[in-house]
């Protein structure tokens, strides 16, 4: 059973950086066949994916347009983790940031397993 | 990018009941891949049907889905009191983004 450990502040100043680690138990990173994504969640723009990291023999991202310019995600094979850096926060920002693993083959954007939520606020 | 409308917002029901929501696309999903969430408060959602119509691992017979193209629905034979929370499509096409509906909430009547 995979299991993903989410830490990370809660707290963010504007224009700061936003920085949130999600821990992978029950598979790998580097599974050559699964993705690890980002999503969040807000009332204003609801459920948002916005991007993820996997590996086909390399490495790989896909970013959502909304975010391209500011996100970061970046895989950590030897913690069996992968991290969520978005740059130049705004309160437009604020949201429950949730990791979650896609699913293998044609249910790679299937999101089967879910991190437990770490709710941002961006705010002096 | 595919928008998702999810309808009704808001459905007040008792235990038992049948429930069928609805999730109109934008456009053709491909393959129709077309998945569903249900959410509590305070959780994370969880995936309950892909492609469509399958369910997930040890998601109770009880949720089933169809639909093809640009029309989809998500039926509750009969709901326990477990079900009442907030319901999510989300299309699953080859390549991103991968975008959601804004949600149904089933409430107890």
């Known amino acids: 059973q995979v299991q993903l450990q989410q830490s990370g502040p809660g707290l963010v100043k504007p224009s700061q950086t936003l920085s949130l680690t999600c821990a992978i ?3 790998s990173v580097s599974s050559n066949g699964a993705a ?12 948002e994916w916005l991007g993820r990291t996997y590996y086909r023999s390399k490495w790989y991202n896909d970013y959502a347009v909304s975010v391209k310019s500011r996100i970061i995600i970046n895989p950590d ?10 740059n130049s926060v705004t309160p437009e920002d604020t949201a429950v940031y949730y990791c979650a693993k896609g699913g293998r083959g044609p249910m790679v954007s299937v999101f089967d397993f879910w991190g437990q ?8 | 990018e595919i928008v998702l409308t999810q309808s009704p917002g808001t459905l007040s029901l008792s235990p038992g009941e049948r429930v069928t ?8 999903v491909t393959s129709n891949y077309l998945a569903w969430y249900q959410q509590k408060p305070g959780q994370a959602p969880r995936l ?12 109770p017979d009880r949720f089933s889905g169809s639909g093809f193209g640009t029309d989809f629905t998500l039926t509750i034979s009969r709901l326990e009191p477990e ?3 907030v319901y999510f499509c989300q299309q699953h096409g080859p390549a991103p ?3 959601f509906g804004q949600g149904t909430k089933v409430e107890i009547k």
Do not use: E, H, M
């Not at chain 1, 980002?38 to 459920?47: F, K, M, N």
């Not at chain 1, 939520?117 to 002096?124: D, I």
């Not at chain 2, 929501?21 to 053709?28: E, M, P």
């Open chain 1, 77 to 86: 094979t030897s913690k069996n983790q992968f991290a969520l850096q978005l």
């Open chain 1, 117 to 124: 939520g770490t709710p941002v606020t961006v705010s002096s």
């Open chain 1, 36 to 47: 690890w994504n980002w999503i969040r969640q807000s009332p204003s723009r609801g459920l």
């Open chain 2, 21 to 28: 929501l609805s999730c109109r696309a934008s456009q053709s």
């Open chain 2, 97 to 99: 983004p991968w975008t």
């Open chain 2, 48 to 59: 309950l049907i892909y492609g469509a119509s399958s369910r997930a691992t040890g998601i």
């Open chain 2, 83 to 85: 079900d009442f929370a």
């Open chain 1, 25 to 27: 138990s029950g598979d």
